[in-house]
């Protein structure tokens, strides 16, 4: 089973940037098609971004799409999302986790999370 540590969140203005990390344990993460999730205040948690397990095919949610890139490194079982022109709307708690081959779906358990608040 993968275990997951999120990091790299905090307090940006408007237009600032942030680069989150999502370290996992267990040889099988390079097996696995990765993506990020956030929660918004009061909200469902959403998908955000994946990345195949060799890290050639990415996807975007329309939300994020030309600001957000998903990026990893096998070699240090780590998953990166590095974020620009954050919006207001962008405040949230953001997750990774290991998809279902082939979807978008996550499995397993959720690590804590990392907050990223963007301010007006």
């Known amino acids: 089973q993968v275990q997951l540590v999120e990091s790299g969140g905090g307090l940006v203005q408007a237009g600032g940037s942030l680069r989150l990390s999502c370290a996992a344990s267990?040889?099988?993460?390079?097996?696995?098609?990765m993506g990020w999730f956030r929660q918004p205040p009061g909200k469902e948690r959403e998908f955000v971004a994946r990345i195949s397990w060799s890290g050639g095919n990415t996807y975007y949610a329309d939300s994020v799409k030309g600001r957000f890139t998903i990026s990893r490194d096998n070699a240090k079982n780590t998953v990166y999302l590095q974020m620009n022109s954050l919006k207001p709307e962008d405040t949230a708690v953001y997750y990774c986790?290991?998809?279902?081959?082939?979807?978008?779906?996550?499995?397993?358990?959720w690590g804590q999370g990392t907050q990223v608040t963007v301010s007006s």
């Open positions: 986790a290991p998809l279902v081959a082939g979807t978008s779906r996550p499995f397993g358990s």
């Open positions: 267990g040889r099988t993460f390079s097996s696995y098609a």
